[in-house]
């Protein structure tokens, strides 16, 4: 098995060459927070948390919900109850090449969830999950984006949150 | 967190990982294999179970199933991360954000 792509290093020769004189400065904390489960996971509530541009499909027509067509950066709500048929994603940065993103589950795993739910593993999933868009900007990220999906969660009264990048 | 980037995610830190080694897009599995999915999915639980410390990490043993040929080419000259249409709509992006925090000042 090859080892893992250095992306870092891979995107910053990659960037180099084509003509950008600055390297991208990645996000880097030296202090990660850490709770312990405090409950079950069949007693916990959980959400799933996305920056993989899902959204949800017009149910009378193609196309995405136009809400959200100009945003960049901001936190938006996928209500958990949305048929997985409606779910898709507009993302386009991913692996092109090796892959697709036609199967909502290969990276927001609602389904899943739903199973787990139904199998008892988990108690409930909360009625909201949570996309953000692609910011440029760490310090939007960190001030205004985080901290609502955060107090959305807590709204809903949410122990874990399964967080999907994409 | 589950994704497929160990280096950015780690760099960047977070209380526990589930690192998928698949090419970016699909972090929680092949594209309809649920049972992959379920297994993924499901690791990631036991992670949030398992835990100890800030950091902690687990691997998926999985590999991507049509070869590794993709962690050759990804970011490099020859194949562009992003080109055309996609690339376009990046900078367009880039722009509008540029454009909405003139805006809010």
């Not at chain 1, 927001?108 to 008892?120: C, T």
């Not at chain 2, 100890?52 to 991360?81: H, L, M, N």
């Amino acid at each position: 098995m090859a080892e893992p792509v250095k992306y870092i290093d891979r995107t910053r020769d990659y960037y180099l060459s084509q003509g950008y004189a600055k390297p991208y400065q990645w996000a880097h904390f030296d202090q990660i927070p850490f709770s312990r489960l405090a409950k079950p996971l069949s007693e916990c509530r959980a959400t799933l948390i996305s920056t993989s541009d899902v959204a949800i499909r017009n149910p009378d027509g193609e196309g995405r919900d136009k809400r959200h067509e100009d945003l960049v950066g901001s936190a938006y709500v996928i209500p958990t109850e949305t048929p997985e048929e409606l779910l898709f994603s507009r993302q386009e940065h991913y692996d092109q090449h090796a892959t697709h993103l036609d199967d909502v589950n290969s990276y927001f795993p609602i389904s899943r969830l739903k199973e787990q739910v139904a199998l008892g593993r988990l108690q409930s999933l909360a009625p909201r999950c949570h996309g953000v868009y692609t910011a440029y900007s760490q310090k939007r990220t960190l001030e205004v984006d985080a901290p609502e999906v955060l107090r959305r969660c807590r709204e809903d009264e949410v122990d874990i949150a399964v967080l999907t990048p994409v | 967190m589950i994704a497929t980037a160990k280096d950015i995610v780690q760099n960047c830190g977070v209380p526990r990982l589930l690192f998928v080694d698949f090419p970016l897009g699909n972090p929680c599995g092949v594209p309809f294999d649920i049972n992959m999915q379920s297994d993924i999915l499901e690791s990631a639980l036991g992670l949030l179970e398992t835990a100890e410390q800030s950091g902690d990490t687990t691997v998926a043993p999985y590999v991507w199933p049509e070869g590794e040929a993709w962690k050759e080419t990804i970011f490099t000259s020859e194949q562009p991360f992003l080109e055309g249409e996609a690339y376009d709509n990046w900078m367009a992006a880039k722009q509008r954000y540029r454009n909405q925090k003139k805006e809010e000042r």
